[in-house]
């Protein structure tokens, strides 16, 4: 394996996009490690660059990464770079002939496309820096329509829109490999979903979820806190089985009131189903179906490839799980009378985390994936915060900013272990350090100065019927 890379193995330059930079790297991490590859960063990486150059993959790895990735752009084969246009000539010039040799022969046909980060260039100075290459051994006829080769001269203005240098920090040179999967974030966009809530999640960072979370071909996916679907919509597309649960009947069902503008009632097929059929993968909905996640109703085994999930934070959706504080009459057989209706009562954060996690480690298989949002009050944030189990290991958490006081973190875990009895008890949060212990202290916070009148409207204790 190693003597095969050593001949194969050249560097790659990724591009990546500048928006969702803390998902970046655990996205290209997570898609690497689909290929039992590491991420080997050149010297002088800087994590918020537009730019990463990586060592000791194959030109199969880069592809396999952009058939996935949503946080890479375009990914090149590097065949020099520089702090200056003449360190980058040097560099070219240095460049194994026969590796370029395949591509710049009498009778390929090719094109050079000049990309600057955080500068606008006039077009006759792309000519310009285009014709600057002359010292390059292109033998081949330029097609600017139908090339079979595409090379790139890529310039790096730095990230301060403000203070734009006139010459760039850095330049590479390489041969385009493929471009990653952005077109998804407008394909999928939920603004034309067939079915959405108020809570539906955004493209982007469902695929983003599924990409940290590894999911792969055939894996079967679950997503306890369903909604919508739009986790099962990401997962399907990259070929795995999907399923979930909702407490909600109306939200499984696709009942009730609409969540568009100028729709007072979802129509007859608004429902998670269709949603997978209007991107055309149906055939991967396993089923989704009406449960409280606070219940225990799977058979005790390791059922799922990994669990995605948006957790309701009681912002815009209520926190509830069914059962009541109050003493409700029981038959000796523990059913309830024929009259009873269902009541449900507060489900505390502290709770949906801790029933999330253990529900993770009791239902993943090991090597599984646990991806989910923790709502954090950024003001108390520590790592301490986190909620950790035995049996999971934290892989990566990154933030998405919300406003001067709240974020939420993608919290990424690996189970590592089958549970033993006291493994969910000894990984139990320090209660002092959970600011979602007890009553709901982080959706009271959340709200503090913000909408105090639906924060207390949301507490109230027990709700019959809902
Ligand atoms: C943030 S939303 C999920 C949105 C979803 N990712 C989507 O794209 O539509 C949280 C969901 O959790 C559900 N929920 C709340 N409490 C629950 C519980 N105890 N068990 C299962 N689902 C619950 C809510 O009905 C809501 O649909």
Redesign the pocket.
Known sequence: MASSCSRTCLQYLLHLAHDNLDFRLPEIKALLALRAKPFLPCENFNEQSPFWCLNSLTEEDVRSVMARSVCAKSAFELWGRGRTHSELRTSLLNYSPEKMSPYVHKESTYRINVYTFNKTLLFADRIKKIDALEYLPFEGTVSLKSPQHIFCLLEDYGTDPNNIPEHPNYVYFGRWIADGQRELIRSHS?KSRHF??????DAGL?FIMTNHAKVKENDLVF?????????L?ACSHFGAYVCG????YN?IHGKGRSSRKNQKWRGPDENIRANLRQYGTQKMYVDVMV?????PVWRNAALFDAII?????GI???????GSHKDIAKAPDGSYADSHVPV?QA?NLSD?FADLLHFSAQHLVVGGRLVY?LPVYRPEYCEEMIPHHACLQLVSNCEQTLSSHTSRRLITMEKIKEPKELDGLAGAPDPRCSPYHGHNAFREKYFSGLNKRSSKEDTRADVDGK
Not at 223 to 231: A, Q, R, Y
Not at 245 to 248: G, K, S
Not at 291 to 295: E, F, I, L, N, T
Not at 316 to 322: A, G, N, P
């Open positions: 939920v959405i809530g108020n809570t539906s999640m469902s997503d306890p806190f369903v909604g919508t679907g739009s986790l919509v649960t909702d407490i909600d939200t449960s409280d996640a606070s219940k999930t948006d957790p309701p934070y815009r959706e209520s926190t509830r799980k069914t449900s489900y949906i949002w």
